[in-house]
């Protein structure tokens, strides 16, 4: 055993929120799909991937470094949206529960002198710190654009943009 069961304790319960990301940015692709908001799909899809990456990291390390990982059980996530400007407040809001869930586990494996931890979340942090950066740009971008008539193509072409500009494989290191 590597790791103690306090953090592997911890770990198994982040799986959570990684898992609720993948089933939240997936519930917000299809809702996107369905308003005919291909650009808005593209971008959550994606983000699902990454999110799909991300739990695989954390479920994989746990059983690395000797833990047991175990599949969260979860509800269905919110699958309508008032506006897209609504489903990104609300993703980064998700972003944040993320970020704060896993600063807790890097304050308890340095208290515990868990290095290999430690090391393993500093990846988690900094891609954390531009998750969040990147959705209050977004909500920034569709809040200048407005709620003219024209508003929802402009927003659909700016997330188009994002999406572009994410690379594929940007967790998979
Ligand atoms: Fe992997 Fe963005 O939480």
């Known amino acids: 055993m590597l790791i103690p069961k306090k953090i592997e304790k911890m770990l ?11 089933y939240r940015y997936l519930a917000v692709a ?3 799909d369905k308003e005919g908001l291909d650009g808005c799909a593209a971008f959550f899809y994606k983000q ?13 390390y746990i059983n690395e470094v000797g833990g047991h990982a175990l ?13 897209v400007l609504e489903a990104c407040e609300l993703s980064l809001d998700g972003e944040n529960k993320v970020t704060k869930s896993i600063y807790k586990i890097v ?3 340095r208290n515990e002198g868990d290095h290999a931890t430690e090391e393993f979340l500093k990846f988690f942090v900094d891609e954390q710190k531009e998750e ?5 740009k977004i909500i920034d971008r ?3 654009i407005g709620k003219g008539a024209q508003s929802m193509y402009y927003i659909d072409k700016e997330m188009e943009k ?5 690379p594929a494989n940007s967790t998979a290191k």
Do not use: M, R
Request: with cysteine.
């Open 142 to 144: 569709i809040k200048l």
């Open 12 to 22: 198994n319960e982040h799986l959570s929120y990684e898992l609720g990301a993948i």
């Open 71 to 83: 599949v969260p059980e979860l509800k269905q996530p919110k699958a309508t949206f008032s506006s």
């Open 162 to 166: 994002f999406a572009t500009a994410k």
């Open 48 to 60: 699902s991937d990454e999110e799909k990456l991300h739990f695989q990291k954390f479920f994989q």
């Open 107 to 109: 304050e308890t494996a």
């Open 132 to 136: 969040e950066v990147l959705f209050k």
């Open 30 to 32: 299809s809702w996107c």
